[in-house]
């Protein structure tokens, strides 16, 4: 073999904590290795030029390159030595600048360890084998998972674009949480009236199916062929012949369900339509209030409805779809806030969160956009809002910001003047975060225009003054001084955090999640979009927090990805598979038990049992190679022989 | 170290040779973070990129432990964070045996952790390489098994039995032929027992013709597990001859799609214990002609070149004959006569009990003098009968290449850790490794040791006992039972 050993400088990121000329030096004394060189920038174009050039001057069939982290310039590395006519898996990189010029300073030390993983490279290439790719057919359809703002984008997109979409929403409405909203920052347009028309697009659509109240089961397969399961909740009522006139909603009689849309401001009835702009516009009972469900005795729906659409008897149906990608767009739950026992813990009616305060804003709310206290209905003068309630502390484990609510809250404090002219806002905050366009000028607005009262500070205790006001007490930092406002209502901040159930649905999408709960992106910077299983992808607040435009920004981005994957009709796979050697196989079937993807099956050649691997299902863990016992089945470019070579490289008694 | 110049001798020799061995996804992007926040980390590890944690054979490990590494780190994603959703469930269960196997060999097991590191950990990563490479340093660079002076020891057989030993009912025989005979028109071929050199010595008997049966031998002479030969006989109709310890290695055979059940007739024989053939020929010694062998209810009784010996079983039976507890198969075809369940708790086999009181150094001397008269016959591994690799035994392969072709003590008792790790679970501790074992060495401490670990962790699993269960290797469990993260989490 002739292979060419490249130690990249990386400018002074590598060659100032490493002698990459020595290293090139020691390289050249390694087996097979027949040209040794230290470029200064090998990722660059000429870099990559001269491995090409060396590639054709000095014959070689395998190449190392020395220089960053695989997770980063692999795949780049790879394309090199491809247009150079070698095979992309001759390839090998030894990463000495993560795991080792940047985590030390002994030049004499860090040159040793690059000349040892420099060998353990070439070791591993000694073993490497060409493989090529095989071609397999896209489903050109599209799953998109939660119908909030983000979810929606990403359809309408990729709709538009002639991908015909699933979409599933666990609730019986799609919209999300926007749909709660009453004004959206910074330009205090009406929330309902920007997303409103989306969501009508979303049922007219010609290319989208929406499943409603539905979630999903199960997904199996991998990119360009998933199989979906997704379970209809019940709803006892038959939507193919709901009409959504409202009259079952008018006629129910428990009128004290937990309303669920309006954050539970106010009550509503067992049968509801979440809000008049409500997509789907379907009807839904609430099993836990429903007198017929839960006394066995009521029907007045049933009665009442025009088109006899009532079916107590209804129970979940599975349903199947095969699709070739998955965007995951399921938004984020509000923390629970009431593990602070010093705002009251839950126990005050007018201490209430922040979206509750939009249902109560809103003109399609409960109270029809009349700002009223949740205790005694009146009309409160001084309203208290507390940011960072749940965000950037790490007392109860959350240390993250949840990224929109300065500038909600300044948004609720102009709105707040909106409607009672003569009330007074007070704003606890810790820090004002406002980056975005036009923001600044936004909260700026709240203070200088609205005349907020701006309070840098944490509040210590909100308790009632047994006259029918909140008293908070509270910290000004900036004067240093403790406050005590009088307040008829306080409104929370309260942080946010991925949306429940979020970890279960990762793990059937066999995406990673952080400790919140918030799915991981491919790479922070560089791929926002994708996850590191290839054809799922993010958008919206599911990857972390951000405000209505960056979730927008985002759907769309997720589309983009989805086009651009099925702008091919056929995907390649990646060779890195197992591999059975059916001679060495004995049939027992240990592997396909293992399997964690069923990727392997039962066959018979020659009367005699063996197992196969599924090309197009196996992910290449190589769970099976570490347990076949006779090294039948090898994971390519991770085989025992590549690996004990890296081992024997190191170790050598 | 060839290749690597003199002028870094400073970190050659304040450096421990330390391997990491990372899943791809979690902890090489772990490693990555920390580069990336200039985290600094002590030189001296090396680290091999793998897929995922469960692409780690435990092999691997102890091939680098064998040959040099000071100490070896596996890290992979979190629990329930795996990108491959289950590979680092496999790790935990078979890094986790891997660790509490090593002592037996000599082999500190603070030589070797493993633990979770994610994408994110960068600064849990530095935290993990910095007390691991502390860790190995403390405890200095490891002892080489050539370095240890040979410790030569016996094991001391003197052990009580849970129910006494005997030569087992003298009228057993013509019933089993009877009822041999009966079924023998149904199937193929019978395996038992026979004459082998000498009337003491017995071998496999293949009875296939009623003028075979006369042949048969058994009670303390039905040495051998038959159970070895029947993945050979796959397709045909066997009936074989089961002690109560054979009749593990056939539900272990039927557990892992080895052999089908309604390929095999198992006439179930009590035992009142075997003979151990190396001790009595021991004894024995070098002799011509066996002109007497007499057998009363306890005792063997040879006469060898005119002089007289006394073996009873109860002080020449094996060591699992001590601490048997099944002495006849429960779930056969058919039962050749009354053997209760023994209660009481096996008490520690003496092979093990011997290493138990040995010092980890002790330990990985006595491997070195008891391995050294190793010839590499693998009569071991062709007397297993959970070893059905057969023809494609890793030990005579090239691709895979785990063993060297040299002659090393160190190679010898490393095939001997391939053959324990993949017995894992799996093994039902018969004994024939060592029985068949030509130059005595004990090497079924090893698997006893391994059985005694997969007691501990897997809520006291015994291979052999339940057809249906999964061994606890192929299998893992979301929250371990009896694996706790170490406190480095």
Same mark, same amino acid.
């Given at each position: ?36 060189? $230290? ?11 001269? +491995? ?10 395998? !190449?190392?390159? &020395? ?13 090199? /030595? ?39 490279? !070439? ?61 959206? #920052? ?21 290319? +989208?199916?929406?499943? =409603? ?5 199960? +997904? ?81 729906? =049933? ?17 199947? @779809?095969?699709? *070739? ?78 990224? #929109? ?12 003047? $909106? ?16 980056? *975005? ?33 909140? /008293? ?11 406050? @005590?406002?009088?307040?008829?209502? !306080? ?56 405000? +209505?435009?960056?979730? !927008?920004?985002?759907?769309?981005? &997720? ?6 994957? #099925? ?19 004995? *049939? ?9 993807? *069923? =990727? ?8 005699? @049992? ?44 | ?489």
């Amino acid at each position: 073999m002739r292979i060419g050993v490249f130690i990249c400088h990386c400018g002074s990121n590598i060659g100032g904590t490493v002698d990459c000329a020595q290293v090139a030096k020691i390289a050249e004394g390694f087996p097979d290795v027949v040209y040794s060189t $230290d470029p200064m920038y090998t990722c660059a174009e000429p870099g990559q030029a001269a +491995i090409e050039a060396a590639i054709h001057e000095h014959k070689l069939d395998g !190449v190392v390159v &020395a220089s960053c982290s695989p997770r980063m310039h692999e795949p780049t590395f790879r394309r090199t /030595v491809a247009r150079a006519g070698l095979n992309p898996y001759m390839f090998e990189m030894a990463n000495i600048r993560e795991h080792v010029s940047w985590i030390g300073k002994d030049v004499a030390a860090n040159t040793h360890k690059a000349a040892e993983l420099v060998k353990l490279a !070439v070791a591993k290439l000694r073993q490497d084998h060409a493989l090529t790719s095989q071609e397999f057919p896209v489903k050109r359809r599209v799953l998109v998972i939660g119908g909030g703002v983000a979810g929606i984008q990403a359809a309408l997109d990729c709709a538009d674009g002639g991908i015909p979409v699933v979409m599933v929403e666990r609730e019986p409405t799609i919209g999300g949480k926007m749909a709660k909203l009453d004004k959206t #920052f910074p330009t205090v347009d009406c929330s309902a009236c920007i997303l409103g028309p989306k969501m009508v697009d979303v049922a007219q659509h010609p290319n +989208i199916t929406l499943y =409603a109240n539905a979630e999903i089961e199960d +997904i199996s397969g991998y990119v360009g062929n998933f199989t979906v399961t997704i379970r209809k909740k019940t709803t006892y009522v038959d939507w193919s012949k709901c009409t959504g006139c409202g009259t079952c909603t008018e006629k129910c009689p428990a009128k004290k369900s937990f309303d669920r849309f309006n954050e539970g401001v106010a009550n509503t009835t067992a049968i509801t339509i979440a809000f008049p702009q409500a997509i789907p516009k379907k009807a839904v009972i609430d099993p836990k209030f429903c007198r017929q469900l839960t006394k066995g005795k009521c029907g007045v729906c =049933a009665k009442v409805c025009p088109t006899g659409a009532i079916n107590y008897e209804m129970k979940d149906e599975l349903i199947t @779809e095969e699709v *070739g990608s998955i965007v995951a767009a399921t938004g984020y739950d509000l923390m629970d806030w009431t593990v602070y026992a010093e705002y009251g813990g839950g126990r005050y009616p007018d201490v209430i969160t922040s979206l509750q305060y939009e249902r109560l804003m809103n003109a399609s709310g409960p109270t029809g956009g009349h700002i009223v206290r949740p205790s005694d209905g009146k009309e409160p003068k001084s309203v208290v809002f507390i940011q960072c309630v749940g965000s950037r502390d790490p007392s109860i484990g959350r240390p993250y910001c949840s990224g #929109f609510c300065c500038m909600y809250t300044a948004k609720q404090a102009i709105l707040t003047k $909106d409607h009672i002219p003569d009330s007074q806002s007070y704003v606890f905050y810790m820090d004002i975060r406002s980056p *975005g366009k036009m923001y600044d000028e936004f909260t700026r607005r709240a203070m200088e225009e609205y005349g907020t009262e701006y309070i840098r500070g944490r509040v210590s205790q909100v308790y009632p003054d047994g006259k029918g006001q909140m /008293v908070v007490m509270g910290m000004d930092t900036l004067l240093g001084r403790p406050v @005590e406002i009088r307040a008829d209502l !306080v409104v929370l901040a309260v942080g946010i955090e991925a949306s429940k159930g979020a970890p279960a649905l990762a793990e059937k999408l066999r995406i990673s999640y952080d400790h919140y709960g918030f799915f991981m992106e491919s790479h922070v910077k560089l791929k926002p979009v994708e996850t590191n299983t290839a054809g799922v992808f993010l958008a919206g607040v599911c990857q972390g927090a951000k405000d +209505i435009p960056a979730s !927008v920004a985002q759907g769309s981005a &997720a589309a983009a990805k989805v086009l651009t994957l #099925f702008a091919k009709d056929t995907l390649q796979s990646d060779p890195q598979i197992a591999k059975v050697d059916i001679a060495r196989c004995v *049939g027992c079937g240990k592997c396909i038990r293992t399997c964690p993807y *069923g =990727a392997i099956k039962e066959t018979v050649v020659r009367n005699a @049992e063996k197992a196969q691997v599924i090309e197009t299902m196996c992910q290449g863990c190589g769970v099976c190679t570490s347990t076949c016992p006779q090294g039948a089945v090898q994971l390519s470019h991770a085989t025992d022989n590549q690996i004990l070579a890296e081992v024997n490289a190191l170790c050598q008694a | 170290m060839s290749g690597v110049t003199s002028q870094n001798t400073n970190a050659e020799h304040s450096e421990l040779r330390i391997l990491g061995f990372l899943c791809n996804w979690c902890s090489y992007g772990g490693a990555d973070t920390a580069g990336v926040a200039r985290a600094t980390q002590p030189t001296d590890l090396r680290i091999i990129r793998v897929p995922c944690s469960g692409r780690v054979d435990p092999l691997f490990i102890a091939k680098a432990l064998f040959n040099g590494a000071d100490g070896v780190l596996v890290s992979g994603c979190h629990p329930r964070d795996c990108h491959y959703s289950a590979g680092n469930f496999y790790a935990r269960r078979r890094l986790e045996v891997l660790k509490h196997f090593l002592p037996i060999l000599g082999i500190d097991p603070a030589r070797f952790e493993y633990t979770w590191v994610s994408a994110s950990e960068g600064e849990r990563w530095k935290q993990v390489v910095t007390r691991f490479t502390e860790q190995i340093h403390a405890l200095g660079p490891a002892p080489k098994f050539e370095d240890s002076h040979p410790l030569h020891a016996m094991v001391d057989m003197a052990l009580a039995p849970l129910a006494p030993l005997g030569t087992g009912d003298p009228q057993l025989l013509s019933s089993v032929k009877e009822a041999i005979r009966k079924k023998l028109p149904e199937l193929d071929c019978v395996i038992g027992w026979k004459e082998g050199r000498d009337g003491l010595h017995t071998v496999p008997h293949f009875i296939r013709t009623e003028a075979d049966l006369e042949e048969l031998r058994i009670g303390p002479f039905a040495i051998h597990n038959l159970a070895t030969y029947l993945p050979n006989y796959k397709g045909k109709k066997i009936g074989i001859l089961v002690k109560g310890c054979d009749a593990k290695s056939v539900v272990e055979l039927l557990q892992e799609n080895l052999i089908k059940r309604e390929d095999v007739f198992l006439f179930a024989l009590p035992c009142q214990g075997i003979l151990d053939m190396g001790r009595v020929d021991q004894v024995l010694g070098r002799y011509q002609h066996i002109t007497s062998l007499k057998t009363d209810d306890k005792t063997v009784t040879v006469v060898a070149d005119g002089k007289e010996h006394h073996f009873p079983i109860s002080q020449y039976a094996p060591s699992k004959c001590y601490s048997c507890t099944s002495r006849m198969a429960q779930d056969a075809d058919m039962l050749l006569g009354n053997a209760t369940q023994i209660q009481g708790t096996p008490q520690t086999p003496p092979e093990l009990a011997m290493l138990d009181a040995m010092s980890l150094s002790e330990r990985m001397a006595f491997w070195k003098s008891a391995m050294d008269r190793c010839i590499r016959c693998y009569a071991c591994r062709n007397s297993c009968p959970m070893c059905v690799c057969r023809d494609y035994c890793v030990s005579d392969s090239r691709d895979p290449h785990w063993m060297s072709q040299s002659d090393a003590t160190r190679e010898k008792l490393f095939f001997q850790v391939i053959h324990t790790l993949h017995l894992a679970g799996r093994c039902t501790g018969c004994g024939e490794c060592q029985r068949s074992c030509p130059v005595g060495i004990p090497i079924l401490a090893l698997r006893q040791h391994c059985a005694r670990v997969i007691r501990e962790l897997f809520s006291g699993y015994e291979p052999g006992t339940d057809p249906k269960a999964v061994p606890p290797l192929l299998g893992y469990q979301v929250e371990e039972e009896h694996i706790k993260e170490r406190e480095w989490k």
